[in-house]
């Protein structure tokens, strides 16, 4: 029975390797060392219980997003080596709902708090972000993402 249960955890896992879940590493857990021009302090950054550090580069004067909130951001990403892999800010706002799920973990949380209009740096360790898949090609396993995020709008969702 052992040996089943042990193939079906492994089956599990294995299945679920495609998806957006983020995948805990708890061995990569030390802050590489950030490109001069991302202009990273930690110790200057709120830091969560989850691990995401943050600051707000403007504080915004519109409503504070929170879970159920459909939201409009503008973000770039990059890895600590000052690789951008990913950004919105040439063409349309990104839009998601926050607290279900539709983004990796550490981007989620790190909107939400936000006031619309605000713009907020931050810095994800890979465990609430891709984890140890990574997102080839682009994000390499094990990565830690930093993140600059303006929100852009937002109001709360009726989820019937």
Known sequence: MKKWLGLITILAAVACSGSE???TDPV????PTFAPELGINLDNMVHTQSGLFYM???EGTGDVALA???VAVQFTGWLPDGT????SVEGEPFRFVTGFNQVIIGFDEGVMGMKVGGIR???LPPFIAYGIAGRPPA???NSW???EVELIDGALRIIA
């Open 84 to 87: 951008q892999f990913d950004s």
């Open 145 to 147: 993402l930093v993140f």
């Open 139 to 141: 994000v390499p396993p």
């Open 68 to 70: 159920g909130w459909e």
């Open 21 to 23: 879940e983020t995948v």
């Open 56 to 58: 707000d580069v403007q």
């Open 28 to 31: 990569n857990t030390d802050p």
């Open 121 to 123: 740096r931050m810095v």
